[in-house]
């Protein structure tokens, strides 16, 4: 990471409570094609999230606490607060003296912009201003969120106007929580009355079909994209009795996750 920053643009997408076992299983079965097109070997890598809900994860992610892997660590960060004892730093890691990631990349001469999804983005509240406040330049709209089956359309002609408008000689840093996996879900199955991992994966098709977009725009200022791709937090249907996340549970705790460069 620490030698992509300033050379790439940035790209970093939450996909706000993707399962990892629907992702994993939507990808082995050709389901999300234009995922599989930019996942490394075509396959999600399986981490824990730092949190179970959107706000507190999305803190962490922007002081570099990023999903981990489940194996043994520690593992190295990829960028990472300063701050003493860290022991998950290391040469590699891009380290940074701001409270988050945001404003270390404005830093050194980015364009932030956050185009929000969930109810977290929504600046009619003051708690919702927290994280979009992060950035020089935040949208969000009551079309980018969760009650309208079309959300990620909304988002991605957003995108597609601002990543226009922008200096092609800036470095570009575009954060996207995506909302249509969120509860509620069950518009993306024709009759279905409530909820469930059918619709949650209809949900993620229909993110899928039009990812295009996304990467046509990040990609088509002519600089090459470093991206993060993960969700931010699962969330349960009925397992253990839970309905929903911010519970301790492994459908809620383990999320896919990748890295990617885009040409």
């Excluded at 185009?115 to 201003?129: C, K």
């Excluded at 969760?146 to 000689?169: G, S």
Aim: proline residues 7%.
């Amino acid at each position: 990471m620490k030698g992509l920053i300033g050379t790439h643009d940035l790209l970093f997408v939450t996909f706000d409570t993707l399962r990892y076992d629907v992702a994993a299983e939507l990808a082995a079965a050709g389901r999300t094609p234009n995922l599989a097109n930019v996942l490394p070997g075509g396959q999600w890598e399986r981490r824990h999230t730092p949190a179970s809900f959107t706000y507190a994860a999305h803190q962490a992610f922007f002081a570099g606490f990023l999903p981990t892997p489940t194996t043994p660590g520690p593992h190295p960060r990829r960028f990472a607060a300063a701050f003493p004892g860290s022991e998950s730093t290391t040469d590699d890691t891009w380290v940074f003296d701001a409270p988050d990631l945001v404003t270390a990349l404005r830093d050194v001469g980015y364009r932030t912009v956050c185009v929000g999804g969930v109810g977290f983005f929504n600046p009619e509240s003051a708690l919702g201003r927290v994280l979009p406040g992060l950035f020089a330049e935040a949208h969000w709209e009551p079309a980018f969120g969760v009650t309208n089956p079309a959300c990620f359309e909304a988002q991605l002609d957003r995108i597609e106007t601002v990543t226009a408008e922008l200096d092609r000689d800036r470095p570009l840093f575009l954060f996207v929580n995506v909302a249509a996996v969120h509860q509620p879900n069950r518009h993306y199955v024709s009759g279905a009355g409530h909820d469930s991992r059918e619709t949650h994966a209809a949900a993620l098709e229909y993110v899928d079909a039009h990812l295009p977009r996304l990467f046509d725009a990040v990609t088509g200022r002519n600089r090459s994209v470093a991206a993060i791709l993960t969700s931010d937090h699962g969330t349960a249907y009925g397992e253990g009795g839970h309905t929903g996340h911010r519970v301790a549970h492994e459908v809620v705790w383990t999320v896919p996750y990748a890295e990617v460069v885009l040409p």
